[in-house]
T-cell receptor, first 113, second 115 residues
Framework: DAEITQSPRHKITETGRQVTLACHQTWNHNNMFWYRQDLGHGLRLIHY???????NKGEVSDGYSVSRSNTEDLPLTLESAASSQTSVYFCASSLLAGGNEQYFGPGTRLTVT | AQSVTQPDIHITVSEGASLELRCNYSYGATPYLFWYVQSPGQGLQLLLK??????LVQGIKGFEAEFKRSQSSFNLRKPSVHWSDAAEYFCAVIDMNSGYSTLTFGKGTMLLVSP
């Protein structure tokens, strides 16, 4: 069955370190998204991609970057981790632009100490 | 700016009772509307969606939602709640006139089910 996976599921890192969170989908979806979820804020969009070599900034993109070298993967990099980036991160994908349903991964819980 | 409001942070419902979770959005044109559910430690699962047509939409797990343009609302309902419905529920919107397909989420409503 097609799926969307994230790794690692849990990570603890130190302030100032570079961290990369992986997202891999086997749906063959064009669109991929990264969100962070924080208590009292719901989910907020970090970056998104409409296809290979395409990346766009979301609502809370400062301190994060993504790259899209193939259809299946959209890794999220924290250039220099900060305590404010402690959060749960969700990756999602959808087939088409517009109102297509987004399928979510299980999430990565990141703690920055 | 576009926004989605879920006025209730927490709701407690007795098992077997009916449920209504509120969602209001601020957009000028017709949005695409979604309800997602998140069980503890899990990702989000789509319950239902509204794009056009019949304003009452049916979803999975016995949920339904009604789009009311005049009230800018898309409330989620279930006639009889089960203990397994305890989870966090998110309303989300895509503004199709913006030219983007990005979802804007509400802050969520945590549903607690009492015996």
């Amino acid at each position: 069955d097609a799926e969307i996976t994230q790794s690692p599921r849990h990570k603890i890192t130190e302030t100032g370190r570079q961290v990369t969170l992986a997202c891999h989908q086997t749906w063959n979806h064009n669109n991929m998204f990264w969100y962070r979820q924080d208590l009292g804020h719901g989910l907020r969009l970090i970056h998104y991609s409409y296809g290979v070599q395409d990346t766009n900034k979301g609502e809370v993109s400062d301190g994060y970057s993504v790259s899209r070298s193939n259809t299946e993967d959209l890794p999220l990099t924290l250039e220099s981790a900060a305590s404010s980036q402690t959060s749960v991160y969700f990756c999602a994908s959808s087939l088409l632009a517009g109102g297509n349903e987004q399928y979510f991964g299980p999430g990565t819980r990141l703690t920055v100490t | 700016a576009q926004s989605v409001t879920q006025p209730d942070i927490h709701i407690t419902v007795s098992e077997g009772a009916s449920l209504e979770l509120r969602c209001n959005y601020s957009y000028g044109a017709t949005p695409y509307l979604f309800w997602y559910v998140q069980s503890p430690g899990q990702g989000l699962q789509l319950l239902l969606k509204y794009f056009s047509g019949d304003t009452l939409v049916q979803g999975i797990k016995g949920f339904e939602a009604e789009f009311k343009r005049s009230q800018s609302s898309f409330n989620l309902r279930k006639p009889s709640v089960h203990w397994s419905d305890a989870a966090e529920y998110f309303c989300a919107v895509i503004d199709m006139n913006s030219g983007y397909s990005t979802l804007t989420f509400g802050k969520g409503t945590m549903l607690l089910v009492s015996p």
